[in-house]
């Protein structure tokens, strides 16, 4: 807020009252000095998430929000979820990553609404973009949740869902389909020529060695219709009764 009315940001300034500590988890930061004890963190960190891995601690003006014992949240229940920076009203709990990238103030992101790929319960999420990174193509910098009452995750994120986005701007990113030449090495190629190759791999296992040779696991990351599809393959085209998915074990 005294960002946004261009208030000098030492303006009534006091020494702190409460002494912070770092905290060595790599998504959660908290300001002692700019908490009001209005206990939202720990209500959402109770009465949604049901873990309680914070707490108010010490009395009067010394009250702050800290861990049992004053652990790391890395030593606690703690799901690294982020809830609690979404309900704190005064950034005291704030996101490490874009203040030690010394990115932009969300005011000035692009935010574009998409679904989360991590899972197949399909919670949506903001997807907020520096217009100007990556050269002027866009890049992500942040993700945070819609507001409460908006979507079916009711404004909540998972900590893969909130903080796990640098995969998508990762030189290591497999970006189009690959397939195993002659010379054992993988090459790029069509969709259609992959999905062919996948076709007559499993073709040619089923005609070599039976139906039953051929096995089916489909990727935890999958929409619950993608699954679906997986084992209608299996039963249906293959008659085979091999099929699992891996979030089940």
Known sequence: ???????PLNWGQMPPLREGREDHNPYVHF?????IACARCTRYCEEIESVSAITLA??????TIATVDEKSLL???CELCGGCIDVCPTGAMTEKLPLTRKQKPERELTKVRSTCNFCGVGCQVDINVDPEGQGG???VVK??????GTTTNDGNLCVKGRFAYDFIHHKERITEPLVRGTDGELHPTTWENALQKAAEGLRGVAERHGNDAVGFVSSSRCTMEENYLVQKIARA???ANQVHQCAAT
């Open 58 to 63: 010490h009395r009067g003006a010394h009250t």
């Open 75 to 77: 030593d606690t229940t």
């Open 137 to 139: 193509a866009g890049q």
């Open 1 to 7: 807020m005294a960002e946004h009315y261009e208030a």
């Open 143 to 148: 993700v945070t949740s819609p507001p409460v």
């Open 31 to 35: 300001n002692p000095d700019t908490c």
């Open 237 to 239: 085209l293959f008659r």
